[in-house]
Nanobody
Framework: VQLQASGGGLVQAGGSLRLSCGAS????????MGWFRQAPGKEREFVAA????????GYADSVKGRFTISRDNAKNTVYLQMNSLKPEDMAVYYC?????????????????WGQGTLVTVSS
């Protein structure tokens, strides 16, 4: 079972990126999914999450109104649209899958993790 995060890169402050998280080895269409990030020297932190059906989402206060999480269960893919990026958004972004249809804010709620994709925001 593998989760593959992609879409990171270098962007200027105020710009946008869309991250994708695909899965291989099994389907996660019914599982809660989350995005986390870790900046150098900092703890991994919750960014956004979505239920298995996609009906409910949750966001960290720091990204509310700027980031949008969505999913396409037919493609077994979860997305994170990031707009109005700030230098403080610079981090390695990880996607994660829970074993249940619910989403979790705590990293411990997730059983499967991707390898991360780097987002660099220049000021």
């Amino acid at each position: 079972v593998q989760l593959q995060a992609s879409g990171g890169g270098l962007v200027q402050a105020g710009g946008s990126l869309r991250l994708s998280c695909g899965a291989s080895g099994r389907t996660f269409s019914g599982n809660g999914m989350g995005w986390f990030r870790q900046a150098p020297g900092k703890e991994r932190e919750f960014v956004a999450a979505i239920t298995g059906s996609g009906s409910r989402t949750g966001y960290a206060d720091s990204v509310k109104g700027r980031f949008t999480i969505s999913r396409d269960n037919a493609k077994n893919t979860v997305y994170l649209q990031m707009n109005s990026l700030k230098p403080e958004d610079m981090a390695v972004y990880y996607c994660a899958a829970a074993k249940s249809p619910l989403y979790y804010i705590a990293a411990q709620g997730y059983a499967y993790w991707g390898q991360g994709t780097l987002v660099t925001v220049s000021s």
